[in-house]
């Protein structure tokens, strides 16, 4: 059907690593936000790690915006890209005011080893052999796990604390998905394009993201790391 994109890569990758997308986006910490039996103290160990991150997801998404304005082939990626980079400054003052409200001492936390591995993942990515293909790819998967976990918590049906309600839109609102859908559009555009090889390794990191996704959480939940 014209207009109608049903081969798009990300959306049979999505189902080919079904299990794991699931297990990413519907994990207990997720869960428990969504039906109200999450421990605090686990939300408030997500938000300092969390915090951490974002600080380290800034520079990856400066080297996406970097590669796109080189080798993209349409120049409305970095506006894109641009209005996510406006959106993480947002939320990096959302997590010093929100940490505030829940006396999380920012400067005080000590980054786990899950969060260090998913840190130093992203280093890998930032690095010139990656190309745009594979960084845009990757940054559609990172910002849309968050998305899909946290609309996950405003959904019908869900029984999410009204404190948390706050955190969940940051992610979970139409226009972060009107987001994600403009990177997939793009991460599916250059796949199109792209040579077996660069699409090989753009899946492989789809795969390694679900995993550190899940290790996130898992730490935020306190489980060994
Ligand atoms: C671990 C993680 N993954 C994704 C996001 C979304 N920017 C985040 N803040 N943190």
């Not at 947002?90 to 260090?116: I, T």
């Not at 555009?189 to 899940?214: G, T």
């Amino acid at each position: 059907m014209e207009g109608t994109d049903r081969t798009a890569i990300t959306v049979t990758w999505l189902k080919k690593h079904r299990l794991l997308y699931v297990g990413a986006t519907r994990h207990p910490f997720i869960l428990g936000i969504r039906d109200g039996s999450v421990d605090i103290s686990s939300f408030k160990r997500w938000l300092g790690q969390d915090y951490i991150f974002v600080r380290a997801f800034v520079p990856f998404v400066a080297s996406v915006l970097l590669k796109a304005w080189k080798e993209s082939d349409d120049k409305a990626d970095v506006d894109v890209i641009l209005g996510g980079i406006s959106a993480l400054n947002d939320e990096v003052s959302w997590f010093k005011n929100e940490a505030s409200k829940w006396a999380v001492a920012l400067d005080s936390v000590v980054p786990q080893q899950a969060n260090l591995n998913y840190c130093r993942f992203l280093e890998r990515l930032m690095s010139p052999e990656v190309d745009y293909t594979q960084a845009i790819t990757a940054f559609w998967a990172i910002e849309t796990v968050y998305r899909e976990s946290f609309a996950h918590c405003l959904e019908e049906g869900s029984r999410t604390p009204q404190e948390l309600k706050e955190t969940c839109q940051r992610w979970g609102n139409d226009g972060f998905g009107q987001y994600c859908s403009s990177l997939q559009s793009i991460a599916n555009r250059r796949l199109e394009k792209a040579s077996d090889e660069v699409v090989a390794k753009a899946e492989v990191n789809l795969l390694e993201i679900l995993e550190h996704e899940v290790e996130f959480w898992n730490m935020s939940r306190g489980a060994a790391v």
